[in-house]
Each structure stands twice: as structure tokens, then as C-alpha cells.
């Protein structure tokens, strides 16, 4: 096998500046896409099932193009930049029509087809870090993600926050900053990956693994049957991971879809009803959401550090327990300057969550099959999300009162067992200390 290069800190930052342009798009579906749905007649019960876009669509997409990325090379073009590019271009099309959504439906339907785009330039991604770099610098690429993460859904929540003050009034069925949010966000999208194609080079195959590349008999399904293969095949150490990530991600949806009405009741105590008290309780929450990502790219290479020293099953066993706090005490907080406080705790987790995971099992996994296994990761993702957006409407109706107070409350409980979880897990070889 050839040995791999090592590159500088500033080839693996413009490697992955494109995923900025991804989370700045993520960032909106985090904090605009429910309000949009409320300032279109949506009522609470139905807010997770209009988000079942995004699960759904990584649940298919992601594993799929996984494979196909796997089977692909182009000496022109490379493996995984023609996936970076497609996904862009759906995401910056989807961004640039969302505002103009003049019904529930219309932005439902939207939301799927920037799902999409979004899951079809992220898990090309996280192979090409592993593709790329060698055991000793993957911790950097994959918290460089982190780091982008943070950023982009601060600059994200940092428009709904601004943009309201400059971009006054109604156009449309939708208050106008939503426009300016959602046309800076198609910029980003396109324009950042843009940026990674042209500095980005990828790992050619060696002569062996080209041949068997051109050998292959491909076919409509040689994707799906490779999924299934990879899933019978798959190790240990990802059927542990599943299971963690089944109580952080269904806890992760609760906050997103229920936190800016979290926030109107427990500050201005106002419903989505009082459009204007609500849309100043909106405004503030994507203040507060860019606060948390603000201290995810802060630590996120802090982290780095600790999973060298520590081992990664450590360091995000005590991020869940972190965020896990910051959940339980967020709806009690009437002030609403302490939001940001409480906040922290899930910004350390956030970053924990969007790298050193795959830490725990990389190594683990064979180098020809890492963008099927990626793409089976968001598999553990968007299932459960699929499984809240599915049940945790009954869930909120008949045991929760309806009160997104109680839904967060009820997320800072998952993410303890999710940590429980993380201690068992048990990893055959790691590129860092375990």
C-alpha cells in the first residue's frame, strides 16, 4: 500500500472549507425551517413529521452515493469531488427557491430536495479525509469538520439574527430576512465547495485497485447490494455506535424543532400565535444556536488533543454528559442572557459529536469500503431521526403536554443514556491511545 502524504494544516483547512458551505445550509434547516413551517400555519404535533425530509433522504442518499464514490475514479475529476459539486448545486437551488415557499407543502417539498443536496456532498466528505490522510493527521481532518460545523452554523444563526433588524417587513407569504438568509446560504453552498475542488487532490488508486475498479461488472443495484453486503460485514465497533447514536440523535431532533417555541414560553412566555413576540423569540434563538457553534469551532481542536491523550470514547463520553446537562437546565431559564450560558455545555458536545466518533471506528474499518461505511455511520444518524419524526409527535401530545419545554427536557435524558452507552463501546484497533 503507498504511503499516504502528509500535508500541511492549510491543504487540509481548504480541503474542507466546502464543508462550511454545507453546515451554513444545515444551520437553516436547524433554526429557520421550523419557523418557517409555524409562520405557515403548522401546528406543534406536526413539526416532526414535516421534517421527516432529512432522515429520510440521508437514510437513501448518503449510503448510496457512498457506494458509488467508492466505485468511482476519474483521472480528471477524482472520486469524491463530482458528488461535492452535484450536492452543491441542489443545495444552492433548493436555498434560492425556499423563500419563496407560499404554502406548508411547497416548503416540505423543497425541504427534500435540499436534503438532498446536503447528504450528497456530506458523505463524500468524510471518506475523502479518510482517503487522504494518514492515521496521525485524521484526527485534525475530521475535527477540521468540527470546526467548519461550528462556523457555519454560527454565520447561520447569525443571519436570522441580523438580518430581521436590516431586512424589515413581509414578502410574500414569509417575513423578508428569510430571503437574504436563505440567497447568502446558495452562495456559501456552491461557492465553498467551489473553492475545495480547485485545492483539493486526491489519492489516485494504486495500478492493483485501479484494475479491479475497471473489472467490475456495475449495474443499477451494485450499489444497494453493496450496502447490504457492507452491513453484514460490518464490525463490531459500529454496531456499538448505532446504538449511541440512536439516543443522541433522536435527542438532538427534539432540540432543533423545539427550541425557539423552548425559548418564547420559558422568556416572553408567547406562542408561535403572537407573531411578532414569537418572531423576537426566533431571532434570539438563532442567536443562542450560533453561540453553541461558536464554542464547537472554539473547541474543536482542543479535543483533537484530549482523544490523542485520552482516547475518543473518553472524551465523548463526558461531551454527551456535558450536553446532557445543558439540555436538562435550558427550559428553566427565564433570563433570557442565561440561555447562552447553558448553551456551552451542548457547543462541547456538538464538537465532540461531529468528529470523534469517527474516531472510535476508522480504523476499523477497510480503507476499499470507506464510503459505503460512512454512508451506512449516517445511516445510524438518520434512523433515528426517522424513528423520532415518526413517533415523538404522539410522544409530545399525550406524555408531554405539548410543551417544547418538556421536549428538551426530555432530549437531555437520551443524551445520559447515549453517554452509558459510550463507555461499552469496545474498539478492536484505534489510531490514537483508547
Known amino acids: 500500500m503507498l504511503k499516504k502524504p502528509r500535508l500541511s494544516f492549510w491543504q487540509i483547512l481548504n480541503m474542507n472549507v466546502g464543508f462550511f458551505g454545507i453546515q451554513y445550509s444545515f444551520g437553516l434547516q436547524q433554526s429557520a425551517v421550523t419557523p418557517i413551517y409555524d409562520f405557515l400555519g403548522a401546528s406543534p404535533d ?14 437513501l442518499v448518503q449510503p448510496i452515493i457512498g457506494a458509488m464514490s467508492d466505485k468511482t475514479w476519474s483521472p480528471r475529476f477524482g472520486r469524491r469531488k463530482p458528488y461535492f459539486l452535484i450536492g452543491a448545486i441542489l443545495c444552492s437551488l433548493a436555498l434560492l427557491a425556499f423563500p419563496f415557499s407560499s404554502s406548508l407543502w411547497m416548503a416540505a417539498g423543497l425541504l427534500w430536495i435540499l436534503d438532498v443536496g446536503n447528504n450528497t456532498t456530506m458523505e463524500p466528505y468524510r471518506a475523502l479525509i479518510a482517503d487522504t490522510l494518514d492515521t496521525e493527521q485524521q484526527p485534525l481532518g475530521f475535527q477540521m469538520q468540527s470546526f467548519f460545523t461550528g462556523l457555519g452554523q454560527v454565520l447561520a444563526n447569525l443571519s436570522i439574527f441580523i438580518f430581521p433588524l436590516i431586512f424589515v417587513g413581509t414578502t410574500g407569504s414569509l417575513p423578508t430576512w428569510i430571503y437574504a438568509s436563505f440567497f447568502l446560504g446558495a452562495a456559501f453552498s456552491i461557492g465553498t465547495v467551489l473553492w475545495s475542488n480547485s485545492r483539493t487532490k486526491e489519492t489516485p488508486p494504486t495500478k492493483e485497485e485501479f484494475a479491479k475498479l475497471k473489472s467490475e461488472k456495475r449495474s443499477v443495484l451494485g450499489p444497494l ?89 473518553k472524551v465523548h463520553a463526558f461531551c454527551l454528559l456535558i450536553a446532557a446537562i445543558a439540555f436538562l437546565v435550558f427550559p428553566h431559564i427565564e433570563n433570557k442572557n ?14 465532540s459529536m461531529m468528529g470523534i466518533p469517527y474516531l472510535m471506528i476508522v480504523a476499523d474499518i477497510p480503507k476499499e469500503r470507506y464510503g459505503v461505511y460512512m454512508g451506512i455511520i449516517n445511516m445510524m444518524i438518520v434512523i433515528p431521526m426517522i424513528i423520532q419524526t415518526l413517533s415523538f409527535g404522539y410522544i409530545l401530545k399525550n406524555f408531554l403536554n405539548n410543551d417544547p419545554r418538556n421536549a428538551i427536557t426530555f432530549a437531555g435524558v437520551l443524551l445520559l443514556i447515549a453517554m452509558i452507552f459510550t463507555f461499552l463501546i469496545k474498539s478492536k484497533k484505534t489510531p490514537v491511545k483508547e
Not at 406536526?46 to 437514510?59: E, Y
Request: proline content about 4%.
Open 46 to 59: 406536526t413539526i416532526p413529521i414535516l421534517h421527516l425530509a432529512g432522515p429520510v433522504t440521508g437514510l
Open 225 to 313: 447490494i453493496e450496502i447490504f453486503s457492507a452491513i453484514k460485514d460490518m464490525p463490531k465497533v459500529m454496531w456499538q455506535l448505532a446504538l449511541i447514536y440512536l439516543f443522541q440523535w433522536y435527542a438532538l431532533f427534539c432540540y432543533w424543532q423545539n427550541s425557539s417555541k423552548s425559548v418564547a414560553l420559558s422568556v416572553w412566555n408567547a406562542t408561535p400565535d403572537n407573531k411578532e413576540v414569537y418572531s423576537e423569540a426566533v431571532s434570539w434563538t438563532g442567536l443562542v444556536n450560533g453561540w453553541y457553534n461558536v464554542v464547537t469551532f472554539l473547541v474543536a481542536f482542543v479535543l483533537v488533543r484530549y482523544a490523542k491523550k485520552h482516547g475518543p470514547k
Open 338 to 351: 442565561l440561555l447562552f450560558f447553558a448553551i456551552t455545555g451542548f457547543g462541547i458536545g456538538w464538537a
